[in-house]
Nanobody, 123 residues
């Protein structure tokens, strides 16, 4: 089985920074992409940032472009989200996801989600 463990959430003042980490563990042969999603109260979950593991191509939501940076450490199966210039609108539960996770070369890729970490930005 594959598990994702997130860390780094918390309370920060507007204009501040936070760094989220997400470590994938278990029987992992390969991962297609890892990303961060967030869900604010009363809103749908939205994709914040995505990184393709083999190419390092990144995709960002318009709302975080230029403020958030996603990066990965392939050796550790870990992805990071550096968040800067935070605003109250960034307040949400942030979820990590690993997409297209294969446990062996012959298996089909599956998606896995972390439990979420709360990020609260005060004004």
């Amino acid at each position: 089985q594959v598990q994702l463990v997130e860390s780094g959430g918390g309370l920060v003042q507007a204009g501040g920074s936070l760094r989220l980490s997400c470590a994938a563990s278990g029987s992992i042969f390969s991962i297609n992409s890892m990303g961060w999603y967030r869900q604010a109260p009363g809103k749908q979950r939205e994709q914040v940032a995505l990184i393709f593991i083999s190419s390092s191509i990144t995709i960002y939501a318009d709302s975080v472009m230029g403020r958030f940076t996603i990066s990965r450490d392939n050796a550790k199966n870990t992805v990071y989200l550096q968040m800067k210039s935070l605003t109250p609108e960034d307040t949400a539960v942030y979820y990590c996801a690993a997409r297209g996770v294969r446990t062996a070369w012959y298996t089909v890729g599956n998606d896995y989600w972390g439990q979420g970490t709360q990020v609260t930005v005060s004004s």
